[in-house]
């Protein structure tokens, strides 16, 4: 793209104001620049004229969990068919780690955070020992995708090449970018983070798969013959990666995808609950739960909205390509977005002052023909670090790791 093009591309969306300091830049902050405008996406920005849309739900249902009374009767069923396909090289694991560590305090990418309170325990070592225990049985490396952003994608993989991928093959191990989207204010003008650079973040963990095929990590996909994917976040330093029992129930349930659940520790816990929406697999929010539905109870009397969702997601590759030409809804979040006034100034807000836009994971699910949700034991696989203390903080987590005999 050149100067003309990108003016004829603002034009048309109407943020010519972005190149307003152009004449102001060195050659290299003006090339990057057109190169920003030439691949960001100024229709996200149409969202903020719908945004209500975005979030409106359909009939919203109960949906049957696979609980941990069935898994336990089939257990050694389930785990032969998930061992035979890791194996045969049919699974991998994606680790979303584009975001950074700032409410836990560090300036670093969340992932290099150390829990450790005798010795150094890196989240992202404590994620690599997890899938090591499923390499060591099965006598397979699993390759290993991770998602990086703009922010942190230098340090990461320079952390990780440091640590020599805590001693995971890096042969299996393979970096790609989130996809960005720009901020702008409430009337959709978008901010500029410098005079030569628009203010972008990361496009939400649904736009993992997208951001597979924009860096062309699909090829890798088709070539090494993997049919499943395991989505994973990286706060959760108990996560079960490639969980073999797992992988078995999704495939012998024939379902396009397999969602990780825990029973909700209380009605109004403030966690996704696994549903149907128009009678497709569907999460709604722990806000959108009406006091109807908190109460209502399924077959065996428990509660019929009660398997609260941990980001951890098995997908059917075949799938996955069949939604990966759809539409999925921006959500819009507000936030406090630094950026330059008029004037140049940059400009520190303290309250929200405008939208961030992502696209969710739970609107893939939603496209999904089928879901099998799958209970774990909170205790053994969900420690998240969200919070620098509190709930789901780092005390929490290092307290779970102890409980499950991991040592810090």
Wanted: proline share 3%; net charge negative.
């Amino acid at each position: 793209m050149n100067l003309n093009e990108a003016k004829s591309k603002l034009s048309k969306v109407g943020q010519e104001h972005i190149l307003k300091y152009y004449d102001e830049l060195s050659e290299i902050e003006k090339e990057n620049l057109i190169d920003q405008i030439d691949l960001v996406d100024f229709s996200v920005l149409e969202s903020i004229s719908n945004k209500d849309s975005a979030t409106r739900k359909g009939v919203i249902t109960p949906i049957e969990a696979m609980d941990l009374a069935e898994i336990d009767c089939k257990r050694e069923e389930y785990e032969e068919i998930g061992l035979r396909a890791i194996s045969n090289g049919e699974v991998g694991a994606v680790l979303l780690a584009g975001g950074m560590g700032t409410r836990l305090g560090s300036d670093d990418p969340k992932g290099m955070y150390n829990i450790g309170i005798t010795k150094d325990v890196f989240i992202f070592e404590r994620i690599i020992a997890n899938l090591m225990e499923v390499v060591n049985r099965s006598g397979s490396y699993i390759h290993l995708f991770i998602m990086t952003s703009d922010k942190n994608h230098t340090r990461t993989t320079d952390f990780l090449k440091e640590k020599n991928y805590f001693g995971y093959s890096k042969d299996f191990i393979h970096f790609f970018r989130q996809g960005m989207a720009p901020a702008s204010d409430y009337k959709g003008k978008v901010f500029m983070e410098e005079k030569g650079k628009i203010a972008c973040s990361p496009n939400g963990n649904g736009g993992w798969y997208s951001s597979m095929a924009t860096n062309g990590i699909l090829d890798t996909i088709k070539r090494s013959g993997i049919k499943w994917l395991n989505v994973f976040a990286v706060d959760n330093v108990l996560q079960r990666i490639a969980d073999p029992c797992f992988i078995g129930a999704t495939i012998a349930k024939n379902c396009s995808v397999g969602a990780k659940v825990v029973r909700k520790c209380s009605p109004d816990e403030k966690v996704g609950v696994m549903c149907l929406e128009d009678g497709r697999p569907s999460i709604v929010e722990y806000y959108e739960l009406t006091e109807a539905m908190i109460n209502e109870k399924n077959d065996k009397g428990e509660p019929a909205y009660n398997f609260g969702v941990i980001l951890n997601y098995l997908f059917k590759v075949e799938d996955l390509d069949n939604i990966l030409d759809k539409e999925m809804p921006y959500h819009l979040v507000e936030k406090k977005i630094q950026y330059i006034d008029d004037n140049g100034m940059i400009i520190k807000p303290t309250e929200p002052n405008g939208y961030k836009f992502e696209v969710l994971i739970l609107d893939m699910i939603h496209l999904m023909d089928s879901c099998l949700p799958y209970e774990v034991i909170r205790e053994k696989e969900f420690a998240p670090i969200k919070n620098r203390s509190g709930v789901d903080s780092v005390d929490t987590a290092r307290e779970l790791c102890k409980l499950n005999g991991i040592e810090l």
